[in-house]
């Protein structure tokens, strides 16, 4: 790809879509939200408002670094705090297609609908990438991100028009853009985080406790994983339930997946083949926080599985 050209190409876009107006921007701080987030910043500077979206969802201190991080590259982030909206529009929802709907239209309807109408902004930037667009039109999930290819008008649902720079591309493409505008390796080369955040790393209901679980479980896995090369790895927290053993008593406790898996673009998957004491110590870290006694290794490549869980 000739990234100099394809930047130089949507820079323009961007400003011959918004003119003279304002755009909004919500970065999550994946590298597709940070490129989007950059490239918009090329073409309007300070006529784009970028918003970090709190939803509760996020990995342990994900706010604090994303802000932290652009404020270095001399982008202001505006933190958003939405927690209370999200929770309580999961509250209930087991199914996975229910949930991540509900995730939808809170994040386009109500937290975006009510920034659009402060701002006066007129174009949401987003981080939409090709295999979000596959994956959704092919039935196998719905992305939160996927509107018009869907047949969903955003100016007419929700107020605003969708500007998706990076629809054309995958996620090893992103990545290569990243580089060539200058983003750090902290941005660049991490693991892909979904838009739906932890929601999609809880099977079943969502609730304070169960994002507190499945959230310290992440830490461990991110945090012993790290050194892999993998393409992706994350913990999840299943519905199911099993009998163990904590200080000499029965406990029914929760039980945790941790997933490794190596690719390219997000397309087809394979497992990574971790060493046995590495796989122990992530098995013993994680069966030490309150309420997990079980810990399994996911095997299954995509496909047939999915990345996610949810």
């Given at each position: ?18 003119g ?17 987030t ?5 073409a ?5 408002k970028?918003?970090?979206i ?8 994900e ?8 404020a ?59 295999t ?9 999930k719905r ?8 047949g ?9 028009g969708?500007?998706?720079p ?14 060539h505008l200058?983003?750090p ?5 991490r ?17 304070p406790?169960r994002l507190?679980?499945v959230r310290?479980a992440?830490?461990?896995v991110e945090?012993?994983l ?21 200080d ?19 397309r ?12 122990e ?9 309150p ?20």
């Open positions: 790809m000739d990234c100099k050209a394809f930047v130089e190409q949507q820079v323009d876009a961007i400003r011959r879509a918004v003279d107006g304002l755009a909004i921007n919500a970065l999550s701080g994946g590298v597709d939200s940070s490129v989007v950059v490239l918009g910043h090329r309007l500077g300070e006529r784009l970028t918003v970090f709190d939803n509760a969802l996020m990995r342990e201190g706010p604090e670094f994303v802000v932290e991080a652009f270095g590259l001399g982008i202001p982030v505006q933190r958003v705090n939405a927690r209370q909206e999200f929770l309580g529009a999961l509250a209930g929802l087991t199914d996975p297609e229910e949930k991540r709907q509900a995730i939808t239209a809170t994040f386009y309807r109500q937290v975006f609908g009510r920034l659009v109408r402060e701002t006066g902004a007129r174009f949401l930037l987003h981080g939409t990438i090709l979000d667009i596959e994956e959704t039109v092919a039935g196998i992305q939160h991100n996927i509107l018009s290819q869907l969903i008008d955003p100016e007419q649902e929700y107020g605003y969708v500007l998706e990076l629809q054309t591309l995958r996620k090893d493409a992103v990545r290569e853009l990243a580089r200058g983003l390796p902290g941005i660049t080369d693991i892909p985080f979904p838009g739906p955040a932890l929601a999609t790393r809880i099977v079943g209901e969502v609730t406790e507190a679980t310290a992440t830490a461990v945090e012993e790290a050194d892999t090369q993998a393409f992706q790895y994350m913990a999840v927290l299943l519905q199911d339930k099993a009998t163990g053993i904590r000499g008593r029965r406990e029914f406790g929760d039980i945790i997946v941790v997933r490794c898996i190596h690719s390219i673009d997000a087809e998957a394979t497992i990574v083949q971790l060493p046995w004491a590495k796989l110590r992530i098995c013993q870290r994680i069966t030490a926080l309420g997990v006694n079980r810990c399994l290794y996911d095997l299954t490549p995509k496909p047939p599985a999915t990345i996610e869980y949810v």
